[in-house]
T-cell receptor, first 115, second 110 residues
């Protein structure tokens, strides 16, 4: 139980275009979801926290106009990287708060490459 | 400021050679400490949650322990398939977000 499905797993886009990443909770309702960014051989950096039906809370230094987060339902949160540039290339991972002993469950990640 | 420090940064073991990974934390009111395993190109996979000092949890060759300042992940007789990055994270105070350490990259050789 408590599975989070993230798509796509890999995406290559041209500089200046936008890319949308989806994160779905398959067998539970996720009131709160989190979006992380991970650079090679580094740990996860929290970008923002999204709550269903309200605006996302962004961490310091994260551009909210570049990384648009929408959490319109209890099972779906999306991250849109707008006007992507090569420096936005990274591994993006979503997570949902499950509660209890499992705490938080993670998606499988999206490798974004901007060329 | 809440902080999580993991050591060592990387660890190389021979198959069957037991060892421990360390996670030191400084938080204002620990609500939970989590251990995850992450394989290359994948999202973190849940291993354990610990809530209070003295608590221990086991799963196959892994055992996690918690004190007021640190947590250990003990690996007994590791196998090559245990090779991965092990991440420690905490949730503190009135927040519900995970604060991650930098991770320990474990390589187990046959």
């Amino acid at each position: 139980g408590a599975v989070v499905s993230q798509h796509p797993s890999r995406v290559i886009c041209k500089s200046g275009t936008s890319v949308k990443i989806e994160c779905r909770s398959l067998d539970f309702q996720a009131t709160t979801m989190f979006w992380y960014r991970q650079f090679p051989k580094q740990s996860l950096m929290l970008m923002a926290t999204s709550n269903e039906g309200s605006k996302a809370t962004y961490e310091q230094g994260v551009e909210k106009d570049k990384f648009l987060i929408n959490h319109a339902s209890l099972t779906l949160s999306t991250l849109t990287v707008t006007s992507a540039h090569p420096e936005d290339s990274s591994f993006y991972i979503c997570s949902a708060e499950v509660g209890g002993n499992y705490g938080y469950t993670f998606g499988s990640g999206t490798r974004l490459t901007v060329v | 400021e809440d902080q999580v420090t993991q050591s060592p940064e990387a660890l190389r073991l021979q198959e069957g050679e037991s060892s421990s990974l360390n996670c030191s934390y400084t938080v204002s009111g620990l609500r939970g400490l989590f251990w995850y395993r992450q394989d290359p190109g994948k999202g973190p996979e849940f291993l354990f949650t610990l809530y209070s000092a003295g608590e221990e949890k086991e799963k196959e060759r892994l055992k996690a322990t918690l004190t007021k300042k640190e947590s250990f992940l003990h690996i007994t007789a590791p196998k090559p398939e245990d090779s991965a990055t092990y991440l420690c994270a905490v949730v503190s105070g009135g927040y519900n977000k995970l604060i991650f350490g930098a991770g320990t990259r474990l390589a187990v050789h046959p």
